[in-house]
């Protein structure tokens, strides 16, 4: 994939990121935990374009760091810890994706900490292997 497509992913990640991180700040905890989760899969799906995946598919983390560990072992460091964004892809979302209740009514900050946390992890990770490329 062209560089300017990666990029794009790339820059994508960044804002959702930043948008996970102001809805925190207001209090939408199950939308923060939900852009970190986007956030997370979108800087993998750049980096997976930016070694030759002709298609990327899916929005498992856990899946998406086991199909870029084909190319950098490495990408087992930060598998386990991005899994757990995991479960944000669906029960963020959907008033019936967890069973404790409603998302609005279920997340808290300590939710969307962990999340975001996590999802700075993931980005802060895989921006060095970006990196590493760009200079190759």
């Not at 994508?12 to 923060?32: I, K, M, P, T, V």
């Not at 899916?58 to 950098?72: K, N, P, Q, T, Y």
């Not at 386990?80 to 008033?95: I, M, Q, T, V």
Request: proline share 2%.
């Amino acid at each position: 994939m062209q560089s300017s497509e990666v990029q794009c992913w790339r820059g994508q990640a960044e804002y959702d990121l930043s948008d996970a991180r102001y809805s925190a700040a207001g209090g939408r905890h199950a939308l923060a935990c939900f852009l970190s989760h986007q956030a997370s899969e979108k800087i993998i799906v750049a980096y997976l374009y930016s070694v030759g995946a002709e298609k990327v598919w899916g929005h498992s983390l856990s899946d998406l760091c086991e199909d870029a560990m084909a190319f950098d072992a490495s990408f087992d460091l930060v598998k386990s810890n991005a899994a757990h964004l995991d479960k944000h892809h669906f029960g963020a979302r959907y008033p019936t994706g967890i069973p404790a209740g409603i998302p609005s009514e279920s997340y808290e900050d300590i939710d969307s900490d962990r999340a975001l946390s996590i999802a700075e992890e993931v980005i802060r990770f895989v921006d060095e292997k970006l990196k590493l490329l760009d200079q190759n």
